[in-house]
Every structure is written in C-alpha cells, then in structure tokens.
C-alpha cells in the first residue's frame, strides 16, 4: 500500500455526546443551520425542539477524528402523538418515555452518505433499538416534504431472540 492511498482512507467514526448541553446546543445548530430545510424554519419551533432532545440526552454527533460530521435528535412519543405530529403538523407531545416504543425523528444531518448510514445503522442497533417504529418527515428540495414512517424490524427481531434465549435459559435450570 502506498502512502498516498493511507492518507485518502477517512477515520474511522465515533459516536460522542458533549457534557455540556449548551455546547451540545451550539454544536448541533451549526450542524444544521446552513442546511435545508433547518435553515428555513422559524428559530422558536427548531430550536426548541432541539432543547428539549438534548435535556433529554436524546441525540448523538458523529464524529471523525475529533471533528463533528453529522447530528440526530429525536423524541420518543406514543404512536398517536407521533402520527398527528406527522399528518396533522401538530406539535409532539412532551413527557413520553424510551419505554414508549415508538421515535420520532427531530433532525438528521451528515456532510455525506457515508456518515448518514453510519449514524442511522448505529441508531436503530443502539439508541433507538428498543423502537418498534420511527416517524420522520424528510425534504426533498422543491419536491417536497416525504412524510414517512418505518418500521425497525432489526430490534423486534433482537427482542423476539432475547425472549427465546430468556425462555431456553429458563426450562434448562
């Protein structure tokens, strides 16, 4: 392998979270605000939602070497509140719990696809790999907003294996 080549391999990525929530504030909304749609919405809306998901340590930065290369927040929400909060534009409900099995997705942004997947494959196997469901809105530029939601199959199918092991382990004593 030549030296060339060792210089064009990207770093790895990390996961981090900031101490400090007002760093973690700060850094996000640089992250964001020059990106579409974040840049386009009313500060009051945007920024308190981002407030409340990082009080709540409910995001995540990626990072490559000691630089931040993508963000997610998100909220946890019953599915009720997540679907009028998809279709109907309603503000999501305050106070659901991880245990509530469903997220909704507040902001994702990467500097590129690579980043994006990673952050996405390590939120649905970590954070959010108790959801069953996670709601988004996505922008399509001067197409639209795609208004969606998916369903996490990877964790129910981890829970359904952790049952079976529980159950196994159980008749074997």
């Known amino acids: 392998m030549s030296d060339l080549s060792a210089l064009q391999t990207p770093a790895p990525f990390g996961l981090m979270r ?25 500060l ?6 981002l407030v409340e998901a990082i009080d709540a340590n ?20 019953r599915k009720e509140d997540a679907e009028a909060w998809l279709f109907d534009g309603r503000a999501p409900e305050r ?19 690579p980043v994006g997947r990673y952050l996405m494959r390590q939120l649905r ?17 001067k ?9 996490l199959v990877r964790p129910k199918v981890r829970r359904a294996l952790r049952s079976m092991e529980q159950g196994a382990a159980g008749s074997n004593q």
């Open 125 to 141: 196997d970590g954070e959010l790999g108790d959801c069953d469901t996670l709601y988004y809105m996505r922008d399509y530029g």
């Open 44 to 49: 009051g809306m945007s920024t308190g939602m």
């Open 95 to 113: 106070g659901a719990t991880r245990d509530a099995r469903v997220a909704i997705m507040l902001a994702v942004q990467g500097i590129e696809t």
């Open 143 to 151: 197409g639209g907003r795609g208004k969606r939601s998916v369903r």
């Open 58 to 77: 409910h995001y995540i930065f990626v990072r490559r070497e000691n630089k931040a290369v993508a963000f997610a927040a998100w909220k946890y929400s």
């Open 18 to 42: 900031l101490k400090d929530p007002n760093e973690a504030l700060g850094l996000a909304i640089r992250l964001l605000a020059g990106e579409a749609p974040f840049r386009d919405m009313q």
